[in-house]
T-cell receptor, first 113, second 113 residues
Framework: GNSVTQMEGPVTLSEEAFLTINCTYT??????LFWYVQYPGEGLQLLLK?????DKGSNKGFEATYRKETTSFHLEKGSVQVSDSAVYFC????????????FGTGTRLLVSP | KAGVTQTPRYLIKTRGQQVTLSCSPI?????VSWYQQTPGQGLQFLFE???????NKGNFPGRFSGRQFSNSRSEMNVSTLELGDSALYLC????????????FGPGTRLTVL
């Protein structure tokens, strides 16, 4: 079945540091890929998405590129802020999955001033 | 547009009781999905409804059920509550295409004592 693997956290960075959160997936065909973010006490917010190979999703300084050859969708940001502290989830929807999102385990990011 | 709303936001029940959670999707969205989030199991798909029909179901016991009304609002019900049902229950709505974004509500925090 479809699955998503993302790096264990927490990831601890200083403000203005470079961020990478690794995400790889297993799925047949070309799934749609997503990054969601969850702030304390809140639901999930879509951060970015990509629906086909080589697509780059971007939002609020975050970027991720859909790499079919490495089945990856790594999240990057050039300069993190304290306000980016949250839990980040990588997810996919398979071709036959209707609206069933399959999530990774989440990676907690802690940014200190 | 108003976002996805969920009621109630917090709920405390005792073992053996039943509970009903409500979700109002974004106006115009006909697909509603439910997810359970726990520290141990992460985010897991419960079921998805479209036009009052359940199209997809996750691996949860029959105690978990749901329905969708003609106005796309959805409810989920959990009967005979167990301690392990304590979780954040998230609802998401979307248009029907697989590539469409699912927008999440703030969740209902259920505590079973």
């Amino acid at each position: 079945g479809n699955s998503v693997t993302q790096m264990e956290g927490p990831v601890t960075l200083s403000e203005e540091a470079f961020l990478t959160i690794n995400c790889t997936y297993t799925a047949t065909g070309y799934p749609s890929l997503f990054w969601y973010v969850q702030y304390p006490g809140e639901g999930l917010q879509l951060l970015l998405k990509a629906t086909k190979a080589d697509d780059k999703g971007s939002n609020k300084g975050f970027e991720a590129t859909y790499r079919k050859e490495t089945t990856s969708f790594h999240l990057e940001k050039g300069s993190v802020q304290v306000s980016d502290s949250a839990v980040y989830f990588c997810a996919l929807i398979g071709l036959q999955g209707f609206q069933k999102l399959v999530f990774g385990t989440g990676t907690r990011l802690l940014v200190s001033p | 547009k108003a976002g996805v709303t969920q009621t109630p936001r917090y709920l405390i029940k005792t073992r053996g009781q039943q509970v009903t959670l409500s979700c109002s999707p974004i106006s115009g969205h006909r697909s509603v999905s439910w997810y359970q989030q726990t520290p141990g199991q992460g985010l897991q798909f419960l079921f998805e409804y479209f036009s009052e029909t359940q199209r997809n179901k996750g691996n949860f016991p029959g105690r978990f059920s749901g329905r969708q009304f003609s106005n796309s609002r959805s409810e989920m019900n959990v009967s005979t509550l167990e301690l392990g049902d304590s979780a954040l229950y998230l609802c998401a709505s979307s248009n029907d295409r697989v590539t469409d974004t699912q927008y999440f509500g703030p969740g209902t925090r259920l505590t079973v004592l």
